[in-house]
């Protein structure tokens, strides 16, 4: 799948995401995408939070794997 495609998929998917984030006082960018990985930036109030590697893992990776299961994800970090 051409790059630019793949982008935009992860983008549409962050931007729900990105809504519940921001109503904490936080919010999520796409970095990069390479090798089944997506690379994200958490910021705002989600930036350093104790509870932002459970928000990655439960809510972030596990959204982007559920609606985008044709893009074969195995994770998602931040960075």
């Known amino acids: 799948m051409e790059n630019s495609v793949l982008r935009g998929k992860v983008e549409a998917t962050l931007e729900k995401i990105r809504q519940g984030l921001k109503s904490e ?9 390479r090798d089944g990985v997506v690379y994200v930036r958490l910021k705002g109030a989600c930036e350093g939070c104790p509870m932002s ?16 299961p044709e893009l074969k994800i195995s994770q998602v970090k931040a960075v």
């Open 25 to 33: 006082g936080g919010d999520i960018e796409l970095v990069d995408i």
């Open 53 to 68: 590697m459970l928000t990655m893992k439960n809510w972030v990776e596990s959204t982007i794997k559920k609606e985008l």
